[in-house]
């Protein structure tokens, strides 16, 4: 089955202690995507990846990392977590070919103390 | 001016309605539309692309604009399970970036 895993689901956590979000598709999609979600504003992206190897920032990159060692895999690593990023976050992955839609994770709701 | 633009709504309306959303783009280069619905708290999911010449997929009917830079979603005779956010997405350049609107509220109610 086609999807877009992302680990874990729910995490609480407190402030300064490093954590990564995981995110494996399995439909070799070239692109790969970061969002966070919160009341009010939308799907905001924080990092894109076009391919292994190649990350740029998206509209909100501040205070988060991200890789692209392998294709399948993107994980959100937050060095230093801080409570404005408690939030919903999702990863999302496409086809680089022509106009695709992406395909998204279920999501991972981070509250951060 | 935001680079996609819906109206938050909600749109409360009774079961079998008909209903239209409409989204505004500023980037003339856009090049790639979509509608995705999202219910409470959980993923986006893909809804229907949005074609130059229209398409239409059962209840829904999808619209581009390009001279207006808008795109339109309309709903014929809504049904409770239609209660969702609605978004809009355009694509950008030829990586096609995706941006998202923030999404258009219905309430189906009976």
């Known amino acids: 089955e086609a999807q877009v895993t992302q680990n874990p689901r729910y995490l609480i956590t407190v402030t300064g202690k490093k954590l990564t979000v995981t995110c494996s598709q399995n439909?070799?999609?070239?692109?790969m995507s970061w969002y966070r979600q919160d009341p009010g504003l939308g799907l905001r992206q924080i990092y894109y990846?076009?391919?292994?190897?190649?990350?740029d920032k998206g509209d909100v990159p501040e205070g988060y990392k991200v890789s692209r060692k392998e294709k399948r895999n993107f994980p959100l690593i937050l060095e230093s977590p801080s409570p404005n990023q408690t939030s919903l976050y999702f990863c999302?992955?496409?086809?680089?070919?022509?106009?695709?839609?992406?395909?998204f994770g279920d999501g991972t709701r981070l509250s951060i103390l | 001016r935001k680079e996609v633009e819906q109206d938050p709504g909600p749109f409360n309306v009774p079961e079998g309605a008909t209903v239209a959303f409409n989204c505004t783009y500023s980037?003339?280069?856009?090049?790639?539309f979509f509608w995705y619905r999202q219910d409470c708290r959980k993923e986006p999911k893909l809804l229907m692309s949005?074609?130059?010449s229209g398409n239409e997929d059962g209840r829904f009917t999808a619209q581009l604009n390009r001279a207006s830079q808008y795109i339109s979603l309309l709903i014929r005779d809504s049904k409770l399970s239609d209660s969702a956010t609605y978004l809009c997405?355009?694509?950008?350049?030829?990586?096609?970036?995706?941006?998202f609107g923030r999404g258009t509220s219905l309430i189906v109610h009976p």
């Open positions: 999302a992955s496409r086809g680089q070919v022509g106009n695709q839609p992406q395909h």
């Open positions: 439909m070799n999609h070239e692109y």
């Open positions: 990846s076009m391919n292994v190897e190649v990350t």
């Open positions: 980037n003339s280069a856009s090049q790639s």
């Open positions: 949005v074609y130059s």
């Open positions: 997405v355009v694509s950008r350049g030829g990586s096609y970036i995706p941006t």
